[in-house]
């Protein structure tokens, strides 16, 4: 039997992991979670598939960069306060050097450095190994029909874009949560002829759902020049009020950042937002970028953590919860309804990934190889990856 590891060799397997998987992670939350979920539980064993789900759906009920705040959940489990600190900043800091660089390119040649020739071969992979996870965690999510049909129901919702996310996570937990309890009052009156008091658990309630005051910004602009106080809090606002895509994000910063404090213009937060989505790791790095063409290797480092610090906050608050909420029947319930209402929401996502990436024949051949190489011979992903960008420069 393998000892158990030390405290120190935990974290620095936590660090080795998400570095490797901030580097590699092409293609958004879904793509990341896909990665995550091969390396973490079929190849380490690190947490089973059902811990693995409820660590999704934890972070889906809470704002902030989804896949990020997985990672986060998943050092906390490994290794205490210090693994969730360690696994964020790991599975950050690639994608801050990364956008850090193209921010100085960008500074200097006014354009975007080009890379649609190296996507168009990651892109294909990405969708093999997003499919093969939907798969995989999909058998243990949909434990019975209504679950299914709440799954199909998601999908469609939010493939139409008939429902934003978070009322689609909320009406399918809290549907799932009173289905729970009322089967358990039925079972406790019939087991029961005897006056029994009926004890109803107390569902935890996330941080984001208190009653809170956002935080207000110090009125500033651009002829006043950018100050680092201000956009730190631009950013933690963000971080910590935003549910979403990218696409979200543009929204939300540009009230802030090109109407009311007019640092930026529409043209320069597109490519900011499209420099988050082309690069690996977290789309919410686009923040990466902005500072630095506000404000230097500062404002980088200023916006980076204003957007990514709420995340660490209601991880922290939110994961002790979890035992709790998966031993009662009704907040299990509630678990299991979001579980699978976010996985019906990366298959979405999904779809249009496909769309966007199975463009060609060759496109088309990259993620029916890598699917027969993952499915069939358990190929690692980072290797796929690395694969699918050769051929992409080469077809180019």
Do not use: C
């Not at 600190?85 to 200097?108: C, E, H, K, N, T």
């Not at 002829?223 to 680092?228: D, I, K, R």
């Amino acid at each position: 039997m393998m000892p158990n590891p030390s405290p120190a060799s935990r974290l620095r397997e936590l660090a080795q992991v998400f570095l490797k998987l901030g580097v590699i992670g092409f293609g958004g939350p879904a793509a990341h979670i896909a990665l995550m979920e091969d390396e973490l539980v079929r190849r380490r064993e690190w947490l089973t598939r059902e811990q693995f789900l409820d660590l999704i759906g934890a972070a889906n009920l809470i704002p902030g960069p989804n896949s990020t705040e997985v990672a986060i959940h998943v050092g906390r489990v490994r290794a205490g306060l210090p693994g969730l600190i360690v696994a964020g900043v790991s599975f950050i800091a690639p994608a801050f050097f990364i956008v850090l660089g193209v921010a100085w390119l960008y500074q200097r040649a006014g354009t975007l450095p080009q890379a649609a020739s190296l996507l168009r071969g990651v892109k294909p992979v990405v969708v093999a190994i997003v499919i093969q996870a939907l798969f995989g965690l999909s058998h243990t999510a949909i434990k019975n029909v209504p679950l299914a049909v709440a799954a199909a129901a998601v999908f469609v919702a939010s493939l139409f874009r008939w429902l934003d996310e978070v009322p689609l996570l909320m009406i399918v937990g809290i549907g799932a949560g009173v289905v729970a309890w009322a089967r358990t009052r039925t079972q406790i009156r019939g087991a029961r002829s005897t006056r029994l008091r009926l004890s109803i658990p107390t569902i935890p309630i996330p941080p984001w759902m208190m009653s809170a005051t956002s935080a207000t910004v110090a009125q500033s602009t651009a002829a006043a020049g950018v100050t680092l106080w201000p956009l730190f809090l631009v950013f933690a606002k963000a971080g910590a009020l935003l549910f979403g895509s990218g696409y979200v994000l543009l929204a939300f910063l540009r009230a802030d950042l090109v109407e009311r404090l007019r640092w930026m213009t529409d043209a320069q937060l597109l490519d900011a937002i499209a420099v988050g989505q082309v690069t690996p790791g977290p789309v919410f790095t686009t923040a990466t970028f902005i500072g630095y063409n506000l404000a230097g290797l500062t404002g980088a480092i200023v916006a980076t953590v204003g957007i990514f610090l709420p995340a660490f906050i209601f991880v922290a608050l939110s994961a002790p919860l979890l035992p709790a909420m998966r031993r009662s029947r009704v907040t299990g319930a509630i678990l299991d309804g979001v579980n699978v209402a976010s996985l019906a929401l990366m298959a979405a996502v999904t779809v249009t990934l496909a769309r966007d990436a199975l463009i060609s024949p060759i496109t088309i051949a990259i993620a029916g190889i890598s699917a027969l190489l993952l499915v069939r011979y358990r190929l690692n992903a980072t290797l796929l990856i690395a694969a699918g960008a050769i051929v992409g420069l080469l077809a180019t």
